[in-house]
């Protein structure tokens, strides 16, 4: 969802897409993300509901990966509320952070959370702020993706554990840390925005807002030391430069997505050597949102169809093991629903404890903005 951009699918294409037969049984998702998203639903999710829900038909569309796609469901569902529709056409909607918040503001979301028995099983700052905007009760995370620092076990001995223990590690050891600086891939701008929560001013306020314009002044440092750790560091070419470069040794460290570094590793791309490292104070990661429309035909159906999707059970089987994705619960949660090497695998570089301590949500929108243009003007040039 985050990796590539294709074209989303018109509000059209989606309304067909939903043309198959409707009964009262039917229950209408509709996801934002990547095809493997609607595979999920398509091909484990929806079957599992099915079975423990007979005479229900589970229908999966596609909307397109990043924000356009949950834009598309945002304009759909906003044209059904002008026109006064009484009943809308998505039952679920899986949608990314930003236009959650929208939606939740536009009174197109309903509250659910506390109505389903998995509510209180998501404690994480993301089930509430979502880039600055209040989603508390509207959402469920359906998974975190996660950056942290990925190294090469065999060539790095003092391993940072802190912000300020790289950037006195980078000048140690020059050009065997890289990242992608803020262009061709996240990681390298989530590297970026937990460098200035560490060495910025009140990174809580750059995570929850209120937005103040004055407060990028207070980067200043921050971002001039920056600029010094560049000439000590490579700057590879994206998400998959930083993996690639790492398989090769080239570099000995460097922010990774925790989800593309576990399949580049069971697809034999990367050493097992290879371990992830989470910082101090921490580093972004982003959720995808289970919502349900605020006039959905199915509301009860809708409810259940999350909490199943949310459970211990299905985040261990469907989100962790098939994806190497982090649950979107609180994952002590699904402490004895993985076998001992799952587990291991996901939670022994990073524990529960660590997430839950040093998984951050990316700057809220403006100061998000901020840092980006800063990054170009003090740092890249």
Do not use: C
């Amino acid at each position: 969802m985050r990796y590539a951009l294709i074209p989303a699918l018109s509000a059209f294409a989606v309304s067909a897409a939903l043309a198959a037969p409707a009964s009262a049984q039917t229950l209408n998702v509709a996801s934002a993300g990547d095809q493997n998203m609607v595979d999920y639903i398509k091909d484990y999710l929806g079957p599992k509901f099915e079975k423990s829900h007979p005479g229900v038909k589970v229908v999966a569309v596609g909307t397109g990966p990043g924000d356009s796609g949950s834009q598309k469901i945002f304009e759909k569902l906003s044209a059904q509320k002008a026109a006064n529709a009484p009943a809308w056409d998505f039952d679920v909607v899986v949608i990314h952070q930003k236009m959650a918040g929208d939606m939740a503001k536009d009174a197109l979301l309903m509250k659910y959370r506390s109505d389903i028995n998995t509510g209180s099983l998501v404690t994480r700052d993301t089930a509430n702020n979502s880039l600055g905007a209040d989603v508390s009760g509207y959402v469920m995370p359906m998974f975190h993706s996660q950056t942290a620092i990925a190294y090469n076990a065999d060539m790095v001995k003092d391993v940072p554990n802190s912000y300020p223990e790289l950037a006195a590690w980078a000048k140690q050891h020059p050009k065997q840390f890289g990242y992608n600086g803020i262009k061709g891939g996240m990681s390298g701008v989530a590297f970026v925005a937990g460098w200035v929560y560490a060495f910025g001013q009140d990174s809580d306020k750059l995570m929850k807002g209120p937005y103040d314009a004055a407060a990028k002044t207070g980067w200043d440092k921050a971002l001039a030391d920056l600029k010094d750790f560049n000439k000590n560091v490579v700057i590879t070419p994206g998400n998959a430069g930083t993996l690639d470069m790492l398989n090769r040794g080239e570099i000995a460290m460097g922010p990774v997505w925790v989800d593309m570094f576990y399949t580049w590793q069971n697809d034999g791309k990367l050493p097992p050597n290879m371990k992830l490292k989470l910082v101090a104070p921490g580093m972004p990661g982003q959720p995808m949102y289970y919502a349900v429309p605020a006039k959905a035909a199915q509301a009860k159906l809708a409810e259940e169809f999350i909490a199943l999707a949310t459970s211990p059970e299905v985040q261990a089987e469907g989100i962790v093991k098939k994806f190497n994705w982090y649950p979107g619960i609180d994952a002590q949660h699904l402490e004895g629903k993985l076998d001992k090497a799952d587990w291991q695998k996901l939670f022994t570089d990073i524990t529960p404890a660590d997430l839950a301590s040093k998984g951050k949500p990316f700057p809220i929108a403006p100061y998000f903005n901020d840092i980006l243009e800063s990054y170009e003007k003090k740092v890249a040039n």
